[in-house]
């Protein structure tokens, strides 16, 4: 408690030159901030997504079938695409061309283009309310009726920007889509005229249904085959070989046999039938060029809504953004902020010249300890030296 009174003490002795310091820095820093240090102003837009808009949608990809196991979320919204866009490359240059912002920032001479747009970088303020599904957009400058021009041409651009992004998308969508759908349909050509020449050639329509048929009627044959062999038997052995009903039986089973033969043959012949040991290398033909068929079909029905809808969202107009606020110019500067720095200060010397003060005061108790101990030695050293003289003076006696 001793030392902190002591400090105290200390502290209220010097109080005018402590206050005397802080007064004559708080003046020269208010003169600093007045003369080096320029007034900026803040100029603010608010703009929100609609739900029509294209942002407010899923990419392209979340269009395509099974798109999640291709492609899953990236986690990304509506706000930060907009933020993308506005802290683009393209989006910057075009800021600072349009308003020779070089000359505002005071880039003269030789300089780095990446020093000019940090500067513009830390003039531009974006923030995100996602809750509201809001961006608000700022701009910096010393003029606030500049910041507030070059707010409001931002967002305007920001909206022309997406809206070029957009339809060049659906623009190249559609160019896709319709090449798709040509090479598809050529294609598909090309595969009926391939599977028409496999028709004319083997003098088929359907492999299945004429194979099903043919060999119905082999097996039909065969029967009828077999019913006359008995009964050609039963009339040789009752009536003899010799009998015309038994040569008209023998004729009968000739033919059939003969018809047989014409349909399990390997030769081709002018007949409509196919040899039928021919029919598994023909049916994997004839079913492979229908499957090519029927997946281009297939194929054709999902691209051709998918066509129309590319064409429909090329010659859509929706609203990319919507301007909740325009940008006005500022009545009051928004840096820097010369009370806190000028308090800063204030604080800083406050603090400095109390230090020294209490510093001086330490060092002038330890230089007094110093001399005191000092004082002392020389003394001691005195008494011994007389102490010494006498005891020399008695020895001479």
């Given at each position: 408690m001793?030392?902190?009174?002591?400090?105290?003490?200390?502290?209220?002795?010097?109080?005018?030159?402590?206050?005397?310091?802080?007064?004559?820095?708080?003046?020269?820093?208010?003169?600093?901030?007045?003369?080096?240090?320029?007034?900026?102003?803040?100029?603010?837009?608010?703009?929100?997504?609609?739900?029509?808009?294209?942002?407010?949608?899923?990419?392209?990809?979340?269009?395509?079938?099974?798109?999640?196991?291709?492609?899953?979320?990236?986690?990304?919204?509506?706000?930060?695409?907009?933020?993308?866009?506005?802290?683009?490359?393209?989006?910057?240059?075009?800021?600072?061309?349009?308003?020779?912002?070089?000359?505002?920032?005071?880039?003269?001479?030789?300089?780095?283009?990446?020093?000019?747009?940090?500067?513009?970088?830390?003039?531009?303020?974006?923030?995100?309310?996602?809750?509201?599904?809001?961006?608000?957009?700022?701009?910096?400058?010393?003029?606030?009726?500049?910041?507030?021009?070059m707010t409001n041409y931002f967002v305007n651009f920001i909206d022309s920007t997406i809206n070029n992004i957009y339809s060049t998308k659906a623009r190249e969508n559609r160019i896709f889509m319709y090449k798709r759908v040509q090479e598809t349909e050529r294609e598909l050509d090309s595969l009926n005229i391939k599977l028409q020449n496999f028709q004319e050639n083997h003098n088929l329509l359907s492999v299945p249904e004429q194979a099903k048929v043919i060999i119905e009627t082999i097996g039909g044959l065969n029967a009828q085959l077999q019913m006359k062999e008995v009964?050609?038997?039963?009339?040789?052995?009752?009536?003899?070989?010799?009998?015309?009903?038994?040569?008209?039986?023998?004729?009968?089973?000739?033919?059939?046999?003969?018809?047989?033969?014409?349909?399990?043959?390997e030769e081709e012949s002018e007949s409509v039938n196919i040899p039928v040991k021919k029919f598994p290398k023909l049916s994997r033909i004839y079913l492979d060029i229908y499957k090519d068929i029927t997946i281009k079909e297939k194929l054709l029905e999902f691209l051709y809504p998918q066509y129309e809808q590319a064409k429909i969202e090329e010659k859509k107009n929706l609203a990319n953004i919507l301007i909740l606020d325009y940008a006005h110019p500022a009545e009051k500067k928004s840096y820097p902020r010369r009370s806190l720095y000028i308090i800063f200060i204030a604080f800083l010397v406050f603090v400095s010249s109390s230090s020294w003060y209490l510093i001086k005061y330490r060092l002038s108790n330890i230089k007094f300890r110093e001399d005191e101990n000092v004082k002392e030695s020389i003394e001691m050293i005195k008494s011994d030296f007389f102490r010494m003289k006498k005891l020399l003076s008695f020895k001479k006696r």
């Open positions: 001793g030392e902190r009174f002591r400090v105290i003490n200390i502290l209220l002795k010097h109080r005018y030159s402590i206050l005397k310091h802080v007064l004559i820095f708080s003046i020269i820093a208010s003169i600093i901030s007045l003369v080096f240090f320029d007034n900026w102003y803040k100029s603010s837009a608010q703009i929100i997504i609609p739900e029509s808009s294209p942002l407010s949608m899923t990419s392209v990809l979340s269009e395509i079938p099974f798109s999640n196991m291709i492609a899953p979320s990236m986690g990304t919204t509506s706000l930060d695409k907009i933020a993308g866009i506005i802290e683009s490359r393209r989006v910057k240059d075009h800021m600072i061309e349009k308003f020779n912002l070089d000359s505002v920032y005071d880039f003269t001479g030789d300089y780095y283009y990446e020093d000019l747009l940090n500067e513009f970088s830390s003039h531009l303020s974006i923030d995100l309310k996602y809750d509201q599904n809001i961006i608000i957009l700022s701009m910096y400058d010393k003029d606030p009726a500049l910041a507030a021009k009964t050609k038997d039963v009339f040789g052995r009752i009536l003899g070989k010799q009998h015309s009903e038994y040569k008209r039986m023998k004729i009968e089973t000739d033919e059939l046999k003969r018809q047989i033969d014409q349909l399990v043959r």
